[in-house]
């Protein structure tokens, strides 16, 4: 079954020092991953994916991703953090050997920048 | 350019009555819907996605409902609601295409009281 894992409830970062929050991924195949992040009684903004190609991603807001097949994970990266880069944050996989295409979420990850 | 559409925002329910929530998606044709419940602000749970008109694959048994009366429109519905039902609703779509993100509507915050 296809899965991604984000193993810390909850990350602190002060502003202005870099920031990475965590994703390992479990898939039958070639991973289809995404990133979003969630602003509190808000709907999940897409931040960026991997499909295939260069193994960092950039999207959204100064954000990127690094993806390593080896330790199967994706993790999300900025190099500056900002307090308005506090939310929550999903990472996802995309559900392609049951036909269904269906997004499977991570439990989430909550990001504090302190000023 | 393709909105999502999500109502009502707020909505605080009495055990027992029944629930209708209405997502639409304008700007696209056939997408892939979904609906997901989070609770506590935290993990996602699939509850529903549709592929098409009259399409609808459950993910979790349980007390709700998915209805696809139109290609853009998705319906999540209850005849009687459990306190567990409350939660933060997300109506989500998608194209069919496995390298596409999903777009999420603004979600319903449900309280069961």
């Known amino acids: 079954a296809q899965s991604v894992a984000q193993p810390e409830d909850q990350v602190n970062v002060a502003e202005g020092n870099p920031l990475t929050v965590k994703c390992t991924y479990s898939?039958?195949?070639?991973?289809?991953l995404f990133w979003y992040v969630q602003y509190p009684n808000r709907g999940l903004q897409f931040l960026l994916k991997?499909?295939?190609?260069?193994?960092l991603v950039k999207g959204s807001y100064g954000f990127e991703a690094e993806f390593n097949k080896s330790q199967t994970s994706f993790h999300l990266k900025k190099p500056s953090a900002l307090v308005s880069d506090s939310a929550l944050y999903f990472c996802?996989?995309?559900?392609?050997?049951?036909?269904?295409?269906?997004?499977?979420f991570g439990t989430g990850t909550r990001l504090k920048v302190l000023a | 350019s393709q909105t999502i559409h999500q109502w009502p925002a707020t909505l605080v329910q009495p055990v027992g009555s029944p629930l209708s929530l209405e997502c639409t998606v304008e700007?696209?044709?056939?997408?892939?819907l979904y609906w997901y419940r989070q609770a506590a602000g935290r993990g996602l749970q699939l509850l529903f996605y549709?592929?098409?008109?009259?399409?609808i694959s459950s993910e979790v048994p349980q007390n709700l409902s998915a209805s696809r009366p139109q290609d853009r429109q998705f319906i999540l519905s209850s005849k009687k609601l459990l306190l567990s039902d409350s939660g933060f609703y997300l109506c989500?779509?998608?194209?069919?295409?496995?390298?596409?993100?999903?777009?999420f509507g603004q979600g319903t915050r449900l309280t069961v009281v």
């Open positions: 989500a779509w998608s194209v069919g295409r496995l390298d596409t993100e999903a777009f």
């Open positions: 898939v039958s195949g070639n991973p289809y």
């Open positions: 991997y499909i295939t190609g260069d193994n």
């Open positions: 996802a996989v995309r559900d392609i050997t049951s036909g269904t295409y269906k997004y499977i």
């Open positions: 700007g696209t044709s056939n997408p892939n």
């Open positions: 549709s592929v098409g008109i009259g399409q």
